[in-house]
């Protein structure tokens, strides 16, 4: 009978994962899966997300976000540059259906650009997608 061996890490360098395939050379065995670590980070430009902690820092400095803000501003930095709907981000921050018509999303935005950007009217990293939703921008310069 062949065992079964699962491990779940936080091992931002893969130290750990190559210690155990070391380990393990020589015997017969066969890697399933196998996934990079979420960062312990995510850096968009002066922002930094922890996600662990659901903390954001903006030029060092800690950001106060509430639980829909955080999940939709995670959402999208973990994919700069990808079109997220309104439907998309409601359903990543809140897990429930988006009812056609509210603006719920749109207000989150709003509140985020507030926090974030430099120049709220005139956004840096949060972009709205005209007739489709929103994305994440990494800032430059």
Known sequence: MKEIIVIRTSDPDGSI???????????????LHATDPEP??????DIE??????????AGVEICLNYGEFSILYCMARRPGHVFSREQLYNAAWGED????TNT????IWRLRNKLEP???HPTYIKTVFRVGYKIEIAHG
């Open 98 to 101: 988006y009812e056609l018509g």
């Open 119 to 121: 120049n709220p009217k």
């Open 49 to 58: 997300i922890f996600p662990e902690q659901r903390r954001v820092t903006k």
């Open 40 to 45: 312990s980070a995510l850096t968009l430009g």
């Open 17 to 31: 994962f190559r210690s155990i395939l070391g380990a393990l050379q020589g015997k017969d065995i066969q890697i």
């Open 105 to 108: 999303v749109d207000n989150t």
